[in-house]
């Protein structure tokens, strides 16, 4: 077991990467027991100065003081070594092997076990039960939903015994329950010495979770200071630069002409159960449908049949009165459907690909980027130097891979696209996952742009507040039904949340 980490700082960390300097000259400090929140716009340098501390990155400068004495950090295995580990914002887990054997893959860097998978799982279970931290040890990665990754992540993390923890942006895609959960499990682990480094956009949560806040802003630190003298629109506008406020809808939807309809469809999920299990649904042209639901409802698998990655197994589902079952994801996609996936890493992008190439994907056989098959490249340069201007994507240049943009502004690669394509008819599943406040209410303008247009929008999200925002309807899906359609005008989130349960008529409700 490491020493146990009292005191933190890193002084005067520069870390550059060509045409940006991502980290400049930052000097952060931390004590055993704290939760410092890093907070900051996309591609500010918080994922890049966490990766310094974990050893994945060496800075041009800078030093790292671990207890008053330097210390050089130059692997995540020696930052184990020191007690320090981290959650990385986009998980590192291998999806076909199991949860055991992705935790021993960890400790085995670390030599405590030969790889005895038994011993690994019995130290699961130890770590599960102290924590509250349930988990099937033998369920393949890629069965597990994306919370279930995260918490498998977190089992990881403790099993190596770390004290210093760092969560990059650990809630993004946890339920609101879950998120609670992991914030009393966070104050626990304070009060019990160990120190927290916490990533993340919303900023209620910061305001719930963290003592202290430090904001970058590119690259720079720019504030320090405690979270109790804040409000969320305070922290916000230490954020941004400026006063943010996330738009609303207003005038309510006369919308009639369907242009999606789901009708009765059944399909199959990953664990062989049905997900979508008579599932029926219509959205109308020019207006915003809202799914809520707890994560692992069917989803996920309701995106992948609308776009043609997943089968289904009886059911219709038509587009403008045009059948699509069961068509493939290029039909789709060149009939009209824009598709914003919850997984952007392995779905929505190709991350060894350029932000041009990224922007234009689906498009580059088409007019007017493409004509009698020759790219038209000034057309495309053109077009794409215009979105990342209007999504405000930090990169270099157009040039500039995927793979090494910061994890929000890959998710503004995607909306870039998807917005821009027109589509008539667009699925977006969690929009604003991991964007920074700004973005975010960017994107909600974009889709209320897009619904005065008449296009139709099937929002998924776990976010009420973004769901009673921007929704004409919210439909709560459980277990793979629809449970009950809401107006906007008597949704609430008490309501919704007693949906979301399960629980269909309060009355019953002792
Ligand atoms: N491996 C890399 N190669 C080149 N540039 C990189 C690499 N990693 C990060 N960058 C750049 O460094 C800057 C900071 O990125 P970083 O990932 O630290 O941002 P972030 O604050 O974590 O943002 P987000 O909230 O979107 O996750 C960005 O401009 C990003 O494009
Ligand atoms: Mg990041």
Known sequence: MSEIIRKLELRKITKKFPGVLACNNIDIQLRSGEILALLGENG???TTLMNVLFGLYQPEHGEIFINDKQVIINSPSTAFKYGIGMVH????LVPNLTVVENIALGL?????FKLNLSEVRNKILEVSKLYGLSVNPDAYIWQLSVGEQQRVELIKVLCLGANLLILDEPTAALTPQETDELIILLKKMAEN???IIFISHKLNEVKAVSNRVCVLRNGSLVYEGETKEHSVSTLAEKMAGREI???TLKEKSKATTPILEIKNVFAK???GTMALDGFSLTVNKGEIVGIAGVSGNGQKELADVINGIAHIESGKILLHNEEITNKS???????GIGYIPEDRIHEGTIPSFSVKENIIMKDYNKAPLSKNLFLQNKIIEDYSIELIKNFDIKCPNNKTSCGSLSGGNVQKVILARELSRKPKMLIASYPIRGLDIGAAEYVHEQLLEARKEDVGILLISEELDELLDICDRIA???EGQILDILDRDIATKSKLGLLMAGIKDEEKVI
């Open 44 to 46: 500010a340098g918080k």
């Open 89 to 92: 914002q986009h998980f590192m």
């Open 108 to 112: 085995l860097g670390k030599r405590i």
């Open 193 to 195: 010495d160990h120190s």
């Open 245 to 247: 406020s996330m738009p």
């Open 269 to 271: 999920g990953n664990k």
């Open 329 to 335: 994801p290029q039909k789709i996609i060149n009939k």
């Open 476 to 478: 709560v899906i459980y």
